[in-house]
């Protein structure tokens, strides 16, 4: 399918200059020259030259059930004429009261009560709100400190970066650092050697515990965690980590709020990834991204009824819960969120992803024999592969971190786009996609990564 719009691919990519990107490395402000997405279509996207591309990150680990499905489409569209908006201060839409009912149907344990916001970074603020506001009302004004792993992603607002990454305190953002405390990542491939998967999962829940008992249990608010740490590098935390980590949660009256922007609404198989893929009921669940399969931005936080317990309806006390957005709720958004629900349920989406979630990770897990592929990780539908060409001293860990650009590059001249993030490729395709259209990508990343062996081969940058 070639584009039938007309674009000037080089007056829009000048424009596009004018725009300050998320993430962007200052030295390429004005100066990049980024391929110009302007089509969708199931698992493909297509450029303003016409070329295709196999969407392997699919958008942002969120166009869950695929570009351009119609009904959504007309969902949205039947919305908007209806109602384009209305928001649910003072009063109800249809379409956001019929979404949180379908999302507590859903949702694991009794998190039936749901605050809609509009992505994923203001779900999770919400949720470290809540937290603290929870706190206050239950008089455990002392009980506000958090604790987040090592290299998470849970946004872009002050308080949710704070929870991010490892080096808050050296952020050019000045971000929090005084209640927020941080666990090593839990990721196995990174483990001692000689070590078992087994012991380093007792050794990080060991660690989790001991960090509780030094701040004190009175004082441990929240446990911040995604099932599966996506912008982290698909980190998949060693069997048993969630349940140990939910139940000394629980032992030491320590919230466990369970970032699930990534792992909800299907790319491990499940609508919910904490009880359907690990078994447990978190206290609160942030969602977003494929909750519309990024139709349209909307996200929320899902609550447990045990928390509001005592302090609403005839037991309330006088004050409120003073926080909230213009679009929470945004109908045309929420309208959106059904649809794609309705689909999934309809299509047998999760159960696909059941089917093709292995085939994805073992036709990946291939790869291992390419030089300069160190790890190649997943779960369900999100992975990535790990490059480094050698040593890790500083010369190439230098050239390490641009790998992943490298390969991105070289796979789009293939027809497939990967997420570079430094020396990873990360992936999250949409979750329709087939065994074939699987061992095209696969197919496709071999030859990018062959094409960078040789490049960095005769730049003289890799020997082996
Ligand atoms: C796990 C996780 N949490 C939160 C966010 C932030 O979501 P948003 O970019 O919609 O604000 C992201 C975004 O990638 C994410 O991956």
């Avoid at 997405?37 to 699919?58: F, Q, S």
């Avoid at 004004?141 to 946004?155: D, S, V």
């Avoid at 447990?304 to 926080?323: I, M, N, P, Q």
């Avoid at 190649?376 to 040593?391: D, H, Q, Y």
Wanted: aromatic share 8%; hydrophobic share 40%; proline share 5%.
């Amino acid at each position: 399918m070639a584009t039938n719009l007309d674009f000037d691919t080089v007056d829009l990519q000048h424009k596009d200059r004018r725009i300050l990107h998320p993430w962007e490395g200052l030295e390429e402000i004005g100066r990049e020259q980024r391929t110009v997405i302007v089509k969708g279509e199931g698992v493909y996207v297509y450029d303003t030259e016409g070329n295709r591309y196999i969407d392997a990150p699919g958008g942002m680990w969120c166009v869950n059930i695929g570009h351009g499905r119609r009904e959504i489409v007309e969902a949205m569209s039947q919305q908007a004429m209806d109602l384009s908006f209305y928001g649910i201060w003072n009063l109800a839409n249809a379409p956001s009261a019929m979404l949180a009912a379908k999302l507590a149907e859903l949702s694991p344990g009794d998190l039936n009560h749901v605050f809609f916001t509009t992505g994923g970074s203001t779900a999770n603020e919400s949720a470290l709100r809540f937290v603290m506001f929870y706190n206050n009302l239950r008089g455990r004004p002392e009980k506000k400190h958090i604790i987040a792993l090592e290299n998470a992603y849970h946004g872009s607002t002050h308080l949710t970066s704070s929870c991010s990454g490892k080096d808050v305190a050296t952020s050019p953002f000045d971000l929090e650092t005084r209640f927020i405390h941080f666990l090593s990542s839990p990721n196995p491939s990174k483990r001692p050697s000689g070590m078992s998967v087994e012991a380093f999962c007792d050794a990080r829940v060991e660690e989790f515990e001991q960090k509780i008992l030094e701040i004190g249990p009175e004082r441990v608010a929240a446990f911040i965690a995604e099932p599966v740490m996506g912008a982290g590098g698909v980190i998949v935390p060693p069997e048993g980590f969630q349940r140990r980590t939910h139940a000394l949660c629980r032992k030491y009256d320590v919230l466990y709020i369970a970032d699930e922007v990534v792992t909800a609404f299907g790319r491990l198989g499940h609508f919910f990834a904490t009880e359907g893929e690990f078994g447990i009921v978190p206290d609160i669940i942030s969602v977003a991204k494929g909750i519309t399969s990024a139709y349209v931005p909307l996200g929320a936080m899902l609550v447990s009824d045990r928390l509001l317990e005592g302090f609403v309806g005839e037991d309330a006390k006088a004050t409120g819960f003073y926080h909230g957005f213009t679009y929470s709720g945004h109908p045309v958004a929420c309208a959106a969120a059904l649809k794609n629900i309705e689909l999934m349920e309809q299509e047998g989406i999760l159960e696909h992803v059941r089917e093709v979630g292995p085939y994805f990770q073992e036709r990946l897990r291939e790869l291992k024999d390419l030089p300069i592929i160190s790890d190649v990780r997943g779960t369900g539908l999100m992975a990535c592969i790990e490059c480094s060409i050698g040593t890790g001293d500083e010369d190439t860990l230098e050239t390490d971190a641009m790998i992943g650009k490298r390969v991105d590059r070289h796979c789009q001249d293939l027809g497939l786009i990967v997420r570079p993030l430094f020396n990873l490729c990360v992936m999250s395709p949409p979750l329709v996609i087939t065994k074939s259209q699987i061992d095209d990508l696969v197919g496709m990343l071999r030859q990018g990564v062959e094409r960078t062996i040789e490049e960095l081969r005769q730049e003289g940058l890799f020997e082996g």
